[in-house]
């Protein structure tokens, strides 16, 4: 095992705590840039909101600002979390052409959400935030 484990560990564990309660609590709000310029979402408007919904366990409202976010974005993290912890404690991680192809997948999703998000159309115009 590596010496950084013990000193990345606490660091990082705080952090996210920091960021929990100050996003949980509605303290921060992050502004889209992209959303301000062209008045369009982007496939991650709305995730803050969400992940303060999730943090205070109001299920159905984190979905309504951001779907993507619950659903795809935060397991994807998760799964990053865990592969970088592995990494760092020296066990096994996936080929990297595993992780290349989730990678596209991943991005592929986003960039569809994107599009459909942003239409215009009846079905998906409830999905704006």
């Known amino acids: 095992m590596r010496q950084s484990v013990p000193r990345v560990a606490p660091v990082v564990a705080v952090g996210a705590v920091a960021a929990g309660v100050a996003l949980g609590t509605g303290v921060v709000a992050i502004p889209c840039w992209f959303h301000a310029l062209t008045g369009l979402d982007c496939p991650f408007c709305g995730g803050s909101r969400a992940i303060g919904a999730l943090l205070r366990g109001d299920l159905p409202a984190a979905l309504g600002y951001n779907a ?17 912890g592995r990494r760092e404690l020296g066990r096994p991680i996936p080929a990297w052409r595993v992780l290349r ?5 991943l991005g592929v999703l986003a960039v569809a959400w ?9 079905p998906f115009a409830a999905l704006r935030v």
């Open 114 to 122: 994107w599009v459909v998000r942003d239409l215009p159309l009846s």
């Open 101 to 105: 192809m989730a990678l596209v997948a």
């Open 68 to 84: 993507f976010a619950v659903l795809v974005l935060l397991p994807a993290a998760a799964i990053a979390i865990v592969l970088l």
